[in-house]
Each structure stands twice: as C-alpha cells, then as structure tokens.
C-alpha cells in the first residue's frame, strides 16, 4: 500500500508497483491519484530466481527469530 496526496507538507506521488521474484516490475499503479492495483504472478518462479540462487544461501536464520 502506498499513500497518495499531500498532507502536511508532505506530498505523496502513490505509484505502487508489484514486480516478480527477479525484481522485474510486472503491474504499476499510476501517479497522483487512488487506484486498486492487481497483479497475477507465478510463485514457480521463485525456485528459480537469482536471489534464491545467490543471495539466500548465505542468509543465517539462527541470527534471528523465525517468521
């Protein structure tokens, strides 16, 4: 979920986005305004994306508690 508008002095662009397990930007929502955004995507994809390959066999699970 992402805000849209100004509040304070502070303004929100929105521009939510949902991307695959590669990081790739498959659905985005469009800028300055509400919007629902739905995306299909293909959790098969996850076996096979570089960050299982490369980055989560060095994570280390013992270093904090589990989900």
């Known amino acids: 979920m992402n805000r849209v508008g100004t509040e304070d002095y502070v303004t929100f662009g929105g521009e939510s ?4 397990p590669e990081g790739q930007v498959i ?6 305004g509400d919007c ?4 299909d995507i293909d959790l098969g994809q996850v076996k096979t994306c570089t960050a ?15 989900l």
């Open 17 to 20: 986005f949902v991307s695959d």
């Open 27 to 32: 659905a985005r929502a469009p800028s300055g």
């Open 52 to 66: 299982k390959k490369y980055f989560l066999l060095d994570r280390r699970p013992e270093m904090y508690p589990s």
């Open 36 to 39: 629902v955004l739905h995306a």
